[in-house]
């Protein structure tokens, strides 16, 4: 049994830990440098760029690869966020019937940013969770009879495919896929993959905009207007899109769009939405049901309506959104690209063989690269623990590398630098 002294003495000692946590986040947050002038970038991007990356907290010993999985929000969001709090926790709304949990209104004060930021009306947005959450609305909202088909690639992520293989083996519907080359030579390659799978029970085209497994940019609007055509519904998972690139779902013209801005837009993590064109919005079904899941009028609202959930994430999402906004969408495609392809040249330098498309328009902010025979995961253990270096891959040899708008080039050139030390130390080289 507990005795009361040691009771005590662990309380004691778990809350001066909680203080000195939360006093060592607050001193960074305090100690962070102002965001740099925007005018520093026509005088020096590089400047600009090195400025920028003191608004994370990754230590300046630490090079991080993997936006792919998952992005580090920067100062002003994690300022955002706190901001939320000390808003919403005083509990002192003028409307008595108010409460912070988003879940069961509007919130059209996040939504109008985030439409306006994609390109389409507060009424075809749903604020959610992540990709995942939204892939799931799709799947289990849309009316399917067994033998329907939904058509994908082979290099869809586990929160996009998965949700179909439930339906699948639930209802009987039918999972097709298009095997995606490696590389994708060109959009006409992925048009005619998919215009040749397309058979008389196709009902939906699912695909991501951007694949997690290679980082390919799959020609989205061609293949909505593909889908258009044949008179099938239209779903695009774009997780890594919001952030790492411009974006206009009006102008893909697909019929919903999922995403996961917690990646490029380095929102905060639980922060996603649910695009859904609003002649479709009454074709799909709720899948959690709260008050107004059958009100048609609230629009794409009643797929947010999913109970009480994290209203200051939604305060960190609208503070993303000004900062990319501020920087400029085009300039942050542009860096993005830039750093990728520097990369692309010298993992190719380095005898790797390229998984990224040779087509431009077909990649960004990803590099995908084939190592034979080096043991990915072994790699990735020896980068880290021996120089805090992150990268992300697959079995056996695959590496992908992400290069967020705040990565240095001369911390690319140490990765590459580590990336030739390996080789040299296991006798690859």
């Known amino acids: 049994m507990l005795d009361r002294r040691r009771f005590l003495s662990g309380t004691a000692t778990t809350f001066a830990a909680a203080l000195t946590l939360r006093g060592s986040l607050l001193a960074q947050l305090e100690k962070a440098p102002p965001l740099p002038d925007h005018s520093l970038l026509d005088k020096n991007e590089d400047a600009y760029w090195a400025e920028m990356r003191k608004q994370f907290l990754i230590p300046e010993d630490e090079i991080y690869l993997n936006n792919g999985t998952v992005g580090s929000s920067p100062v002003p969001v994690i300022r955002a966020i706190f901001d939320g709090y000390a808003a919403t926790e005083k509990m002192d709304q003028h409307d008595p019937e108010d409460y912070p949990i988003w879940g069961y209104a509007s919130w059209n004060e996040f939504r109008d940013p985030l439409a306006d930021f994609v390109g389409c009306h507060h009424d075809e947005i ?7 959450e939204a892939n799931s609305y799709i799947a289990n909202g849309l009316d399917m009879k067994p033998g329907d088909e939904v058509l994908m690639t082979d290099q869809e992520h586990p929160g996009g495919e998965h949700p179909w293989n439930l339906r699948a083996k639930r209802y009987g519907i039918v999972v097709k896929r298009v095997t995606l080359p490696r590389p994708v030579k060109d959009a006409a390659q992925v048009l ?70 917690h990646k490029w837009l380095m929102a905060p993590k639980g922060s996603g939405f649910l695009y859904v064109r609003d002649e479709v919005i009454d074709r799909l079904w709720n899948t959690i049901a709260t008050e107004g899941w059958n009100d048609t009028k609230i629009r794409a609202e009643r797929f947010q309506r999913i109970g009480s959930s994290n209203v200051p994430a939604l305060w ?112 690859m080289a």
């Not at 215009?195 to 991501?208: C, E, G, H």
Request: contains cysteine; charged residues 30%; hydrophobic residues 40%.
């Open 126 to 132: 749903a604020l959610l969770r992540n990709a995942t």
């Open 192 to 261: 005619n993959l998919f215009n040749d799978a397309i058979t008389p029970r196709t009902r939906v085209l699912f695909f991501s905009h951007i694949t997690t497994f290679s980082g390919v940019v799959l020609p989205a609007k061609e293949l909505a207007a593909l889908a258009r055509t044949k008179g099938i519904l239209s779903a695009v998972d774009g997780a890594h899109v919001p952030g790492m690139m411009r974006l206009n779902v009006l102008d893909l013209g697909c019929d919903m769009y999922s995403s996961s801005p």
């Open 316 to 427: 960190g999402l609208r503070a993303s959104i000004k900062l990319a906004n501020d920087i400029g969408l085009d300039r942050i495609e542009s860096r993005h690209r830039k750093l990728a392809d520097y990369t692309l040249d010298e993992m190719k330098k380095r005898g790797a063989e390229s998984w990224t498309s040779p087509d431009a328009a077909l990649r960004c902010a990803i590099v995908t690269v084939n190592v034979p025979p080096i043991p990915r995961m072994d790699l990735e253990n020896w980068l880290w623990k021996n120089h805090k270096i992150r990268i992300r891959g697959a079995e056996p040899n695959k590496l992908r590398l992400s290069t967020p708008y705040y990565l240095l080039k001369k911390e690319i050139d140490r990765f590459l630098e580590k990336f030739d030390a390996y080789k040299r130390e296991k006798k």
